[in-house]
């Protein structure tokens, strides 16, 4: 099985700083787009940021500036770094990534997505 485990989420205050971690495990093969979405209370899933196997980017207009998104190819993880957190910013915060695995009949492709982590901004 393929799993995205997510960390690095927490209570920070305004104007503060965390970085997430999302690392693939498992019979990966292969991991094309990997990425980031939150979901606040009461509103839907949204885009935060993705990135290609060869570092190309997309964010979401209102994030550019503040966060940033990279990823390690050899270590199959991806990371976001986010800086001068409002508190609009609260939300889980899902990894979400393509990813080539083995099966038994060969290697097909996935869309998997983590299990969220809490990011809470407030004084």
């Known amino acids: 099985q393929v799993q995205l485990v997510e960390s690095g989420g927490g209570l920070v205050q305004p104007g503060g700083s965390l970085r997430l971690s999302c690392a693939a495990s498992?019979?990966?093969?292969?991991?094309?787009?990997m990425g980031w979405y939150r979901q606040a209370p009461g509103k839907q899933r949204e885009l935060v940021a993705t990135i290609t196997t060869g570092g190309i980017t997309n964010y979401a207009d209102s994030l550019k500036g503040r966060f940033t998104v990279s990823r390690d190819n050899a270590r199959n993880t991806v990371y976001l770094q986010m800086n001068s957190l409002k508190p609009e910013d609260t939300a889980v915060y899902y990894c979400n990534a393509d990813i080539r695995r083995a099966t038994a009949w060969g290697p097909s492709d996935y869309n998997y997505w983590g299990q969220g982590t809490q990011v809470t901004v407030s004084s």
């Open positions: 498992g019979r990966v093969l292969g991991i094309n787009t």
